[in-house]
């Protein structure tokens, strides 16, 4: 499906089986291309489908990158079609895990929000801001959400600023204020014959718009390429021309820190790692009609896991572990 094709234009059923068709051939990206294809069923109504695929990934024998990702969006699904139990014990179940990730935490406190249980909403959204965020230099991008989650919930509950809406003002760059955005009595304005008022609602609309398109600009990460140590031998070993990319894996993993922390300070936002394999290198090398042994490869080659949604986020979140799989936590890791 191109990117720009309108979507009332979608066959979202024909886009949904394809994608199931490409998972199958694809076994190491069945993961993303399976919730692509559930989104596109619910898209197309057909969500006890959808809920089939949610399944299908939860019962997979090989376990998933992103577990509460998969149960947060079956629990939203769910709660669609007048399945409210089971949704709640699944909202339930991911909050009382308290995952690190941010996108399960979204997508269950925007559900409870959707349907006017915004006491739980805020509840939900707090908690994840606390787990996530009480330790947080800078909140990394994924947490935005969160920030303005809540502060959206807060709005319309009536309650007075705190220091996380505060932050969320902050972190917010666009013309229209969170203020303005999260009015709850700007919908009134829709029914409005003062021409000034219906001008300031197509100003939020607008500055909305732009948060939209600039979220959706930023698809995958600015991704750095990890070798697990087995997996970088193998590779030197089978394409001596890339030893002098990789001197031994204890300097891989210092340059990929510093990397990472000099994109940082330089303020590009929105960086993760992704980790490769040699049979998937070398399918990429193929794909390009290229030799493995081209040094030129390896960013695009990054660039393409990241894009296929395999980036880990850096820096890990406050509590994980290190991202180079030495299984000890980041700040006492790489972090230091």
């Not at 909403?121 to 965020?133: C, G, M, Q, R, S």
């Amino acid at each position: 499906m191109r990117p720009d094709t309108p979507a009332e234009n979608v066959d979202h059923a024909a886009e949904a089986a394809r994608l199931e068709r490409t998972a199958g051939l694809y076994p190491e990206d069945a993961e993303a291309l399976l919730l692509r294809a559930a989104a596109h069923l619910e898209l197309s109504g057909d969500r006890p489908a959808a809920t089939t695929l949610y399944d299908r990934l939860l019962s997979s024998p090989d376990g998933l990158e992103n577990p509460h990702l998969v149960r947060a969006l079956k629990a939203s699904n769910l709660w669609e079609y007048d399945h409210e139990a089971e949704a709640r014990a699944i909202i339930e179940g991911i909050r009382a895990t308290a995952p690190r990730d941010p996108a399960p935490w979204v997508i269950v406190a925007e559900s409870l929000e959707s349907h006017d249980e915004l006491e739980e909403a805020h509840k939900t959204f707090t908690e994840a801001v606390t787990l996530l965020l009480a330790e947080a230099q800078e909140p990394p991008y994924a947490t935005h959400p969160l920030l303005f989650g809540r502060h959206r919930v807060r709005r319309m509950l009536g309650a007075a600023h705190d220091d996380w809406d505060m932050l969320a003002d902050t972190l917010h760059s666009l013309p229209v204020s969170l203020d303005e955005l999260h009015d709850p009595k700007r919908v009134w304005s829709l029914g409005s014959e003062n021409p000034a008022e219906l001008e300031a609602e197509i100003q939020r609309l607008r500055a909305e718009l732009g948060a939209y398109r600039e979220a959706l600009s930023r698809p995958f990460p600015v991704a750095v390429l990890h070798w697990p140590a087995q997996e970088l031998e193998e590779l030197v070993t089978a394409y001596a021309d890339l030893a002098a990319e990789y001197p031994s894996h204890e300097t891989h993993l210092a340059t990929i820190e510093a990397s990472l922390r000099e994109l940082s300070s330089s303020g590009t936002p929105n960086l993760g790692i992704v980790t490769g394999t040699v049979p998937s290198y070398e399918a990429f090398a193929a794909s390009e009609g290229a030799s493995p042994s081209d040094a030129t490869l390896l960013p695009q080659y990054a660039t393409t896991l990241a894009a296929r949604g395999r980036a880990v986020a850096w820096p890990p979140q406050r509590g994980a572990v290190c991202w180079c799989g030495s299984g000890r936590g980041y700040v006492e890791c790489h972090g230091m």
